[in-house]
């Protein structure tokens, strides 16, 4: 059957933070699964109007396999869970981290994806100020760094639980990774949290110079995060099973 393609763009306003969002839309005329993702290359991005990324791939293999079509969407993360939270219609998210907090009002597929471990982004020039850290403990017990964070995002459950054992010196952002970069570039914050495929990708999305970071591995941090599908409790177990069934076959030899 011929698709008819609509492609809608909205314009979401944080108006705490004063960032704004350019949500993409891309959808088809057949009934779909919605399923979200964020602006966070080179997992998912939009690029000429087309949900994209590594993860994005793999999700559409996934969904193909287990026969169920996609609304993919893009969002900003606190609208993203927002809509988990809600039971309406079926809705689901990509390659998010699973955490005892968050299995309280969604449910999670397999693991689509495993992180390299988990690394510290500073500024170049206070190389010589994290030169006697070698652990995350100790930078968060030291309250003159400060750490950009993203609202509602987890670093995985052990390291969720040492920056809340640590309540560290933290500013949060409602918006992008790009935006804490351009953060650190200017010494707003001192250091920032991120998978180190990332790093290069990051630095471009946001006009910087590569040679301006430096990024540290520590003696604390846990093997890389796994990423999983997470959709509201109104997708049904059924559905759920049809997911992890494909992700045995798209998925788990490319993690082996």
Not at 11 to 28: G, H, K, R, W, Y
Not at 113 to 126: G, R
Not at 140 to 164: H, P, T
Request: proline share 4%.
């Amino acid at each position: 059957m011929r698709k008819l393609v609509f492609i809608t763009f909205f314009l979401l306003i944080d108006f705490q933070s004063t960032n704004v969002f350019a949500e993409v839309v891309i959808e088809t005329a057949s009934e779909t699964m919605t399923v979200s993702f964020l602006n966070r290359p080179p997992y998912y991005f939009v690029e000429e109007n087309e949900a994209s990324g590594i993860l994005v791939d793999r999700t559409r293999k996934i969904f193909d396999k287990a026969g169920i079509e996609v609304n993919f969407i893009q969002r900003p993360p606190k609208r993203i869970m927002r809509g988990i939270k809600q039971l309406g219609n079926e809705y689901c998210s990509i390659g998010w981290f699973k955490n005892t907090e968050r299995e309280t009002f969604a449910k999670f597929s397999d693991p689509i994806f495993q992180n390299e471990p988990i690394v510290v982004l500073i500024n170049k020039d206070k190389q010589t100020a994290f030169s006697a850290y070698d652990s995350l403990k100790s930078i968060l017990e030291n309250k003159v760094f400060r750490f950009g964070s993203i609202e509602d995002f987890s670093y995985g459950e052990r390291i969720d639980l040492m920056i809340a054992d640590n309540v560290p010196n933290d500013y949060k952002i409602s918006g992008e990774q790009k935006q804490l970069v351009r953060l650190l570039s200017i010494q707003r914050i001192s250091f920032m949290l991120i998978a180190p495929e990332e790093i290069d990708t990051l630095i471009y999305s946001a006009n910087l110079e590569p040679g301006k970071f430096l990024s540290i591995q520590l003696n604390d941090i846990p093997n890389g995060n796994k990423r999983y599908i997470m959709c509201n409790k109104h997708v049904s177990d059924e559905v759920m099973k049809r997911i992890n069934d494909a992700i045995r076959e798209v998925v788990v030899p490319i993690l082996l």
